[in-house]
């Protein structure tokens, strides 16, 4: 890992929110957290978190709208929701709205644990790259802070975004096709109905970041036919 992942939990019972922080903070993640719906909501769609866990019952917003919430902005954030023990029903609702998986209370640290590490080993590249990349003569993204220094602008990256750029930077000398950033980045298989718009999106907005005319990119090109490639000092 180039840097620790953090994990939003929402959840409203403090004495599992507390005991979740420890938990996550002792195996080596960052952990924040949120106690009603509407916090955890806004928390959830600011696109800072590697993971969120999600309670289904919450003061204000359920976990299930916000599920559905997050879904319709950011459909590759990782999420695991907290079941009440024998709710199939809400395992199923819950997987039906987009989380990557469950977790029944009262659970286990080990299974929880083992979970977590499963949906992240799922949602990031596994590759190891120096943590900055070095575009042009002033501009330095920090892949370990998703932050970059663009001239005299500060900027901050989502974790999504991040990821492209560290993967397009570790492949500089080639373009890179959607369908490898669906496959490498998002995790979908190749054989499945891919949808690259998503990409198109992501790129647009990492442009939108970096470039001083994003309609006349001098970064993040387009290979006509082949992809995206990223200039890299
Ligand atoms: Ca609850």
């Keep these: 890992m180039t840097r620790k992942p953090t994990i939003l939990i929402v959840e409203d019972e403090e004495a599992i929110r507390a005991g ?55 459909r590759e954030q990782a999420i695991i929701m907290l079941t009440a023990k024998n709710q199939d029903d809400d395992i199923i609702q819950g997987l039906q709205l987009g989380a990557d998986d ?21 949602a990031h590249i596994g590759i190891e790259t120096d943590n900055l990349i070095r575009l042009g003569s002033d501009h330095v993204i920090d892949i370990r802070n998703m932050s970059g220094r663009l001239g005299d602008r500060d900027i901050v990256f989502t974790r999504r975004e991040t990821d492209i750029l560290q993967y397009l ?18 995790g ?12 198109d999106i992501h790129i647009a907005k990492i442009r939108r970041k970096i470039e001083a005319t994003p309609s006349k990119p001098e970064f993040l090109l387009t290979v006509r036919g082949a992809g995206y490639r990223l200039v890299v000092e």
């Design 20 to 74: 979740l922080i420890d938990v996550l903070l002792y195996h080596g993640y960052s952990a924040e957290s949120a106690k009603d719906g509407d916090q955890g909501l806004k928390m959830a769609l600011s696109g800072q978190y590697d993971l969120i866990l999600l309670d289904v019952m919450l003061p204000g917003l359920d976990g299930f709208t916000i599920c559905e919430r997050i879904r319709q902005q950011d």
């Design 102 to 122: 469950y977790v029944s209370k009262p659970f286990s640290v080990a299974q929880l644990v083992l979970r977590i590490q499963a949906v992240l080993r799922r």
């Design 169 to 186: 930077s570790a492949n500089p000398d080639r373009p890179v096709s959607r369908d490898e950033l669906l496959n490498k980045i998002w």
């Design 188 to 199: 979908y298989a190749k054989n499945i109905d891919l949808d690259t718009r998503t990409v």
